[in-house]
């Protein structure tokens, strides 16, 4: 028998020192039915991560092959050197338990989700300007010099696709930045529940409505210039 519940997908994208695991963690303490999708990727482990805790650790001839075998819903190739992708499995899986899955996966993947899973919920994390990521990727203190100076260049050409997420999260205070989070996730999953809301529901909607892109580009531009990308007007 075929399983009628459809989950809802949520895809979290940021550029590295955002505050987006942070955030992620956070989320998944505070809301229910909510699997995280381990992904698969063939860099190595960093510092105190575990396989199967926050990647599926895998050579690259084991990421080929499930390739071959048609295993990922989405797959990419970053920094000119690693892959990492999306499990098919985390998607029917949650499927099956009826519950909601969340993706930490970077813009390219973003994009080919969207292509194939149209009804996918797409945020974009970016930090209030380039100075406070410089300081964050810092005082995480993971990076030399010269990792923190490609991660911030990388960063300004990922922020250039912030237009093409539904949500803008920008992750100034974190206690904030939580419960917005928290709202966009609730807030799409209403729309499944009896009408009218509740004056609580209705607070979760408004909340999450503030960060939909067409509420909150105005916000983008001063973050797009402390970063030197140009404004999305001036792009083809
Ligand atoms: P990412 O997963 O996006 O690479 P992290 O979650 O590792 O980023 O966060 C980078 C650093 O910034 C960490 O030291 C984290 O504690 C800190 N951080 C995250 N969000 C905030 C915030 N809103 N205010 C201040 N520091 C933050
Ligand atoms: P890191 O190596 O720092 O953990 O992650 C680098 C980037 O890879 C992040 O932007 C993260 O969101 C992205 N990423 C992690 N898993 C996947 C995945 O399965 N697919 C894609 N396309 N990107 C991923």
């Given at each position: ?30 809301v229910?039915?909510l699997?995280?999708?381990i ?15 926050e ?43 009826g ?99 509740s ?38």
């Amino acid at each position: 028998m075929s399983s009628t519940f459809r989950p809802i997908v949520y895809i979290i994208s940021a550029p590295s020192g955002s505050g987006k695991s942070t955030l992620v963690n956070e989320l998944l303490k505070l809301v229910p039915d909510l699997d995280f999708s381990i992904s698969y990727t063939t860099r190595a482990p960093r510092g105190s991560e575990q396989n199967g805790k926050e990647y599926h650790f895998v050579s690259r001839e084991e990421f080929e092959q499930m390739v071959r075998d048609d295993e990922f819903l989405e797959h990419a190739s970053l920094y000119g050197r690693d892959y990492y992708g999306t499990a098919r499995r985390f998607l029917r899986e949650a499927e099956q338990k009826g519950h909601d899955l969340l993706l930490d996966i970077d813009v390219q993947g973003a994009a080919q989700i969207k292509q194939k899973l149209p009804d996918a919920v797409s945020i974009f994390v970016l930090p209030p300007d380039r100075k406070t990521l410089e300081w964050r990727l810092r005082k995480r203190g993971e990076d030399s010099d010269e990792v923190i100076e490609r991660r911030l260049d990388a960063a300004r050409r990922e922020i250039e696709n912030y237009d093409k997420y539904d949500y803008i999260l920008i992750n100034d205070d974190l206690e904030e930045s939580i419960e917005s989070l928290q709202a966009i996730v609730l807030s799409r999953r209403l729309p499944r529940a009896l009408q009218p809301l509740s004056p609580e529901d209705k607070k979760i909607v408004e909340r999450g409505d503030l960060h939909r892109l067409a509420n909150i580009r105005h916000r983008v531009g001063p973050i797009l210039s402390s970063f030197g990308a140009p404004p999305a007007s001036a792009r083809p």
